[in-house]
Each structure stands twice: as C-alpha cells, then as structure tokens.
C-alpha cells in the first residue's frame, strides 16, 4: 500500500474490495496507482458496451 493512498482532492473513489479514496488532483494534473483491467470485472465491459450501443 501506498501512503499516503490520497491527497486532500482524490482522483478516485473505489467501493471494492474496501471503500477508500487513492490518488492526487492538483490543477491538470490527476496522478495514481490505480491499474485496472478487464478481468478483475467483466462485467463493467459489458455495461461500457451497452452504454455506448
């Protein structure tokens, strides 16, 4: 784990596995650690094609 996980202005708010903030906004710039991908939730590429369609 990163610390800290967050600035006073976090780039994101994650629910799973626990709810926490992580990341740094300030100004243009929006940094994290976050990595994400398909196979962690197969089912959000579901849903991003079904908004999109």
Same mark, same amino acid.
Request: one cysteine or more.
């Given at each position: 784990?990163?610390?800290?996980?967050?600035?006073?202005?976090?780039?994101?708010?994650?629910?799973?596995?626990? &709810? &926490?903030? @992580? /990341? !740094?906004?300030? /100004?243009?710039?929006?940094?994290?650690?976050?990595?994400?991908?398909?196979? /962690?939730?197969? @089912?959000?590429?579901? &849903? !991003?094609?079904?908004?999109?369609?």
């Amino acid at each position: 784990m990163i610390e800290p996980g967050a600035g006073p202005l976090a780039a994101w708010g994650l629910r799973q596995p626990e &709810r &926490r903030v @992580e /990341g !740094f906004v300030r /100004g243009g710039v929006h940094a994290s650690y976050v990595h994400t991908h398909w196979a /962690g939730s197969p @089912e959000v590429a579901a &849903r !991003f094609v079904e908004h999109c369609a």
